[in-house]
């Protein structure tokens, strides 16, 4: 009853079926939507315990299911497409017949916005650590082989540690491993690995305690959270992002996927700012790319250079700006990023506005 009033609101109510052979289970997942992908369901399993759930424009569709029989720890995702259609194959520990596929838990098959949904956590093992800057490192974290979760482009997921007894937890921005896809030998399959780009605060909170994990230990990541999307590239022309610190960020997938997926591209530019040319993360893989890609420019802009920079300097101004967003074509369909500090991303958002940049062309990345 609850899930008929909401499709009333949101879209129709997905539902779900299973079936078997003698080695699989396959639990197929109807959303009656077409535009879902891998990105669309995360899925866990733990023990008996099955959870999938389906992300459907902004409501989350949960399978929650304490598994008659026991399962192997692997499993595949098939998404068709055109259909709307996911299919979970399972793979049977005894090759015997199941009567059922097993009881529900909690929140089982409900279909609720996702604002509403608690946060799921899963954890993840540290597999690499690479210093990047003097404060900053490259973190590769490997997902449990019983998790399939991509995180789309634009978005954060949640890191939880807890530290003398308090559970805390702070928000961190997918990277992919590399801006350039021959930079680094792609030795690690894909989907298990997910990289991060973390700086460390010597008298932060959390970073000391992240840095401190060794080789091996692990830390609990939430399942996915934002609200760029991605319609907002089709037919983009130009491409401007704007990106302080750390703020660089989700600016790695974007600027990946926009180059290589967005045919109507004309131009990519990055404005990236820094305290010193010291805390420029990836410099040499962002002068690189410009160099092989003639779509994509970047300019560095320090706010404490030394008196050998001859770049340019200061914080987001309506000179620096005015200057740096010239579209390709008069009229050109744009899109402008920005992502830093507060006090960067705000005044940035005002100063986009008084050069009549609607909300439209803007996605600022805030907490
Ligand atoms: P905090 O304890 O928060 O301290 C940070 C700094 O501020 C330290 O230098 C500390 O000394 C100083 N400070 C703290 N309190 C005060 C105070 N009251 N007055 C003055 N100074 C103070 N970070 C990344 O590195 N990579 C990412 O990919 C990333 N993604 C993010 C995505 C989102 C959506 C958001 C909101 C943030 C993201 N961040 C990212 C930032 C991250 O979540 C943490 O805020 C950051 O790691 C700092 O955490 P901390 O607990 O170590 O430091
Ligand atoms: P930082 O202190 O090294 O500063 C980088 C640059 O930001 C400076 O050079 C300056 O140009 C600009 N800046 C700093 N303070 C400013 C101010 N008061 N006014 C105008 N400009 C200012 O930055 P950092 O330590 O790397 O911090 C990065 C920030 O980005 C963090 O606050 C982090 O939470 C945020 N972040 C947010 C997301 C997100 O929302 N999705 C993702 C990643 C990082």
């Given at each position: 009853?609850?899930?008929?009033?909401?499709?009333?609101?949101?879209?129709?109510?997905?539902?779900?079926?299973?079936?078997?052979?003698?080695?699989?289970?396959?639990?197929?997942?109807?959303?009656?939507?077409?535009?879902?992908?891998?990105?669309?369901?995360?899925?866990?399993?733990?023990?008996?315990?099955?959870?999938?759930?389906?992300?459907?424009?902004?409501?989350?569709?949960?399978?929650?299911?304490?598994?008659?029989?026991?399962?192997?720890?692997?499993?595949?995702?098939?998404?068709?497409?055109?259909?709307?259609?996911?299919?979970?194959?399972?793979?049977?520990?005894?090759?015997?017949?199941?009567?059922?596929?097993?009881?529900?838990?909690?929140?089982?098959?409900?279909?609720?916005?996702?604002?509403?949904?608690?946060?799921?956590?899963?954890?993840?093992?540290?597999?690499?650590?690479?210093?990047?800057?003097?404060?900053?490192?490259?973190?590769?974290?490997?997902?449990?082989?019983?998790?399939?979760?991509?995180?789309?482009?634009?978005?954060?997921?949640?890191?939880?540690?807890?530290?003398?007894?308090?559970?805390?937890?702070?928000?961190?921005?997918?990277?992919?491993?590399?801006?350039?896809?021959?930079?680094?030998?792609?030795?690690?399959?894909?989907?298990?690995?997910?990289?991060?780009?973390?700086?460390?605060?010597?008298?932060?909170?959390?970073?000391?305690?992240?840095?401190?994990?060794?080789?091996?230990?692990?830390?609990?990541?939430?399942?996915?959270?934002?609200?760029?999307?991605?319609?907002?590239?089709?037919?983009?022309?130009?491409?401007?992002?704007?990106?302080?610190?750390?703020?660089?960020?989700?600016?790695?997938?974007?600027?990946?996927?926009?180059?290589?997926?967005?045919?109507?591209?004309?131009?990519?530019?990055?404005?990236?700012?820094?305290?010193?040319?010291?805390?420029?993360?990836?410099?040499?893989?962002?002068?690189?790319?410009?160099?092989?890609?003639?779509?994509?420019?970047?300019?560095?802009?320090?706010?404490?250079?030394?008196?050998?920079?001859?770049g340019k300097q200061g914080y987001i101004s309506p000179a620096l700006l005015s200057e740096f967003l010239k579209r390709s074509i008069?009229?050109?369909?744009?899109?402008?990023?920005?992502?830093?500090?507060?006090?960067?991303?705000?005044?940035?958002?005002?100063?986009?506005?008084?050069?009549?940049?609607?909300?439209?062309?803007?996605?600022?990345?805030?907490?």
């Amino acid at each position: 009853q609850v899930t008929d009033t909401l499709a009333k609101e949101g879209p129709s109510s997905p539902s779900y079926d299973w079936f078997q052979t003698d080695s699989l289970v396959t639990v197929v997942i109807y959303t009656k939507q077409k535009d879902i992908n891998l990105d669309s369901v995360i899925v866990d399993h733990l023990d008996d315990s099955f959870r999938a759930e389906t992300i459907i424009k902004d409501y989350s569709y949960l399978i929650h299911i304490g598994l008659s029989h026991e399962v192997q720890e692997d499993f595949s995702v098939r998404v068709v497409e055109n259909v709307g259609k996911i299919e979970i194959v399972l793979k049977k520990k005894e090759n015997a017949s199941w009567k059922c596929l097993g009881h529900p838990l909690e929140n089982h098959n409900s279909f609720i916005p996702k604002k509403d949904t608690g946060l799921y956590y899963r954890k993840c093992q540290l597999i690499s650590k690479e210093n990047v800057t003097h404060d900053t490192k490259l973190f590769c974290l490997m997902l449990p082989p019983s998790t399939h979760l991509q995180v789309p482009i634009g978005q954060h997921v949640y890191f939880k540690l807890t530290i003398t007894g308090t559970e805390l937890v702070k928000p961190y921005t997918p990277v992919s491993d590399s801006l350039l896809s021959e930079f680094k030998e792609q030795v690690l399959p894909n989907n298990k690995y997910i990289y991060f780009l973390i700086k460390i605060y010597s008298a932060g909170l959390f970073t000391p305690e992240l840095d401190h994990l060794q080789i091996g230990d692990f830390v609990s990541v939430s399942n996915p959270e934002g609200n760029l999307k991605i319609s907002k590239f089709q037919e983009l022309e130009d491409l401007f992002l704007l990106a302080a610190g750390t703020g660089f960020t989700p600016m790695v997938k974007i600027l990946n996927y926009a180059l290589t997926n967005i045919p109507s591209l004309r131009k990519v530019k990055l404005m990236f700012f820094n305290k010193t040319e010291d805390d420029i993360i990836w410099r040499s893989q962002l002068e690189k790319l410009a160099f092989k890609d003639k779509r994509f420019d970047v300019e560095f802009v320090l706010s404490a250079p030394t008196s050998e920079w001859d770049g340019k300097q200061g914080y987001i101004s309506p000179a620096l700006l005015s200057e740096f967003l010239k579209r390709s074509i008069d009229k050109s369909k744009v899109l402008i990023c920005i992502c830093g500090p507060t006090p960067f991303t705000e005044q940035g958002i005002r100063l986009l506005h008084d050069l009549t940049f609607s909300k439209y062309e803007i996605h600022s990345f805030t907490a």
